[in-house]
């Protein structure tokens, strides 16, 4: 699960907003182990998405802006599988669920191999044609924007819907027929959102915003995948990704900020509540939760003096409005966490859950 740009200050100031000072920790709080991990790319201090997802998914470092591929070498799934893709092949689903384009940075790097995150159709492409995600819902599936794209086969979005539905996949537009794709056992879903990243979840903090009715939220999501996914019993590979974090703290938005935050613990709920219903779940699952990167240099300014109450927002400092450099939170349980309580490299991750998977 990726809070993406979330720092650790992200957390007091939600936690501020929703039980004050003084109360209950958010959900990702309650995870038994806690370590951090260094996120510097191939080529920068300062990472990118792009690169900090394909060192989770492929254990090696990335330049910035390359998808789990170095550029100008052999990139594909059978000389550098990714987790993902290695689960995939022990049999196991697969499942990504984000708010942004199903096809941005983050996700990309499980499923596709690309010389740059630019080239979204063609890794909407992979992930069908190729990858065979079995689960994959957000937003819409963007557009490859670089020449560098052009070395990749000629594909258009409604192209990728196609070849899904070609392939057993349904395709879902709504709340509505997401919750009927449960009901019907459907094993190969595709559900597209919105044309862009998902609609900002400003309604936890702003009494005046609303979300749309037919549009899923992050957490209704996760709650989907989970029952799509554990039909297998050969068990299953899920990344859970609350991608708006990033863009408020690029924005240096507190309200979008905290907003977003909140909805991806309540993804967390989600994901701790269908874990704690069967002890083999408990016992046979790892849940980690970390983001790729810091972003904005958010810091909680004050008030200095008074306390406030739940429901009151902290005063915002920023130091930025793109990535910043620092180290990030590593919250998890399950098999396998131990391994993750202390300081490790982003790379780590992908080691261990590869020795959990065996």
């Not at 069908?128 to 994959?136: A, H, L, P």
């Not at 309604?203 to 799509?228: C, H, K, S, W």
């Not at 309540?266 to 269908?274: C, G, H, Q, S, T």
Request: with cysteine; hydrophobic share 35%; charged share 15%.
């Amino acid at each position: 699960m990726v809070p993406d740009g979330m720092g650790l200050s992200n957390v007091t100031s939600a936690r501020i907003f929703k039980n004050g000072p003084n109360g209950a920790l958010l959900y990702l709080e309650t995870l038994s182990r806690i370590g951090y991990q260094r996120t510097y790319s191939a080529n920068s201090i300062i990472t990118d998405s792009a690169a900090a997802a394909s060192a989770w998914a492929t254990g090696e470092k990335f330049n910035n802006g390359e998808i789990s591929c170095h550029t100008g070498g052999n990139c594909d799934s059978s000389t550098l599988p990714t987790i993902l893709e290695w689960a995939k092949g022990k049999g196991k689903s697969t499942g990504m669920v984000v708010t942004s384009t199903v096809t941005h940075a983050t996700p990309a790097a499980w499923g596709a191999h690309v010389y740059s995150r630019e080239c979204e159709t063609e890794i909407g492409r992979q992930y069908i044609e190729v990858t065979g995600i079995d689960v994959i819902l957000g937003g819409g599936i963007g557009l490859n924007t670089l020449s560098l794209c052009n070395v990749y086969p000629g594909q258009s979005i409604s192209g990728v819907i196609t070849s899904a539905q070609s392939r057993g996949y349904e395709y879902i537009t709504t709340k509505e027929q997401m919750n009927a794709a449960v009901v019907a056992h459907k094993k190969k879903v595709l559900g597209l959102f919105t044309s862009g990243g998902k609609t900002p979840e400003k309604f936890r903090v702003d009494p005046l915003q609303t979300y749309p009715n037919g549009e899923p939220t992050l957490a209704e999501m996760t709650a989907t995948a989970l029952d799509i996914l554990e039909e297998n019993k050969k068990g299953f590979f899920l990344m859970v990704e609350g991608s708006q974090i990033d863009w408020a703290n690029h924005n240096n938005d507190l309200t979008y900020q905290v907003s977003e935050v909140l909805a991806f613990d309540e993804a967390v709920k989600v994901v701790l509540d269908w874990i704690n219903t069967r002890p083999l779940r408990k016992s046979n699952t790892i849940v980690i939760i970390v983001a790729d990167h810091d972003c904005g240099g958010f810091a909680v300014n004050g008030p200095y003096g008074i306390l406030l109450n739940a429901g009151n927002l902290v005063e915002a400092g920023w130091t930025s409005t793109d990535h910043t450099g620092g180290d990030t939170i590593i919250w998890s349980q399950g098999p396998g966490s131990q391994c993750l309580g202390k300081s490790l490299n982003n790379t780590d991750l992908y080691w261990i859950i590869r020795k959990v998977f065996k």
